[in-house]
């Protein structure tokens, strides 16, 4: 065993810390998703007799199928908008060097640290003004406006790291502003992307404080939404919670596993260059 083999050993034991701390929700979660109803042993132990009867009643009685589809459907057309409008909005902010555009970041930044349930009663009476209560694009509305900011400051980060000669050539070549963007600039954010993507993604997926004022009627509402109605005042089904947990963040964790190459280059040189 060399030097750097006996200096690297002592990484081990917290890797396999950090691994039991991160793994344990999902195993109690599992766990108590195959218990039945009437099992009221530890947390800890996993069923003698596994059961897919929660996954029955979180699929019938929770709706969680038509849930997901909900999600589905809310987190790409929110996740698209963000990517087209926020590499969009960045290019001339990365681009042209003025006060007004050093001014708009810094607006931009303070938008990112306003809590949104401060504005929640606004919000709402707007969106019943405009009819967009119970409707997907109220609710893709809403996300959009407060996954926007940091779209548009990862995208801008990472615009400006491109160097401006690419942008001279193809003005050379006959290119205006629009074109060079979608031909020059735009293949070269596909890591950046895949960041927003995850980010703004996850976000939307996993939204509960807008969708529960939005998404009123059961027939749109989200995973969130869903895995709440088996919580009550009166009565409580955590099995079924759990069960419906795991449908639900399957998709997530499948997404990520296929992207997180990217999205660790993304996050790396949107914060460096």
């Known amino acids: 065993m060399g030097l750097h083999d006996k200096n690297s050993i002592w990484r081990i034991p917290i890797l396999i810390l950090i691994f039991a701390v991160y793994f344990s929700p999902f195993y109690i979660m599992l766990g108590i998703s195959l218990k039945p109803a009437t099992d009221l042993s530890s947390r800890w132990k996993l069923p003698s007799q596994p059961t897919l009867e929660n996954y029955s009643v979180a699929i019938e009685q929770g709706g969680i199928l ?3 589809l909900n999600s589905f459907i809310i987190t790409v057309i929110t996740v698209l908008l963000i990517v087209v409008i926020g590499s969009l909005a960045a290019y001339p902010l990365a681009r042209i060097r003025s006060r007004f555009n050093k001014w708009m970041q810094v607006f931009i930044l303070g938008i990112m640290m306003v809590p949104p349930l401060s ?14 209560i119970n409707t997907y694009w109220g609710i893709v509305l809403t996300l959009l406006t407060f996954e926007l900011p940091m779209a548009i400051f990862l ?3 990472f615009i400006k790291s491109i160097p ?3 942008d001279e050539a193809a003005e050379i070549d006959g290119c205006g502003p629009i074109r060079t963007f979608f031909h020059v600039i735009l293949p070269q954010l596909k890591s950046v992307s895949v960041s927003v993507i995850i980010l703004s993604g996850i976000h939307a997926w996993n939204d509960y404080q807008f969708s529960l004022y939005i998404l009123q009627s059961s027939e749109k509402r989200t995973v969130t939404l869903a895995i709440s109605s088996f ?7 955590l099995h079924a ?6 449908l639900a963040i399957l998709p997530v964790v499948v997404c990520f596993l296929f992207l997180q190459k990217y999205f660790v280059k993304g996050m ?3 914060a460096i260059k």
């Open 66 to 68: 038509s849930a997901l």
């Open 119 to 132: 504005i929640l009663v606004p919000l709402y009476s707007v969106l019943v003004g405009i009819g967009g």
């Open 155 to 157: 995208y801008t980060n």
């Open 164 to 166: 401006t000669a690419l």
């Open 231 to 237: 919580f009550s005042q009166t009565t409580s089904n």
């Open 241 to 246: 919670a759990a069960a419906a947990a795991l």
């Open 268 to 270: 790396v040189d949107s």
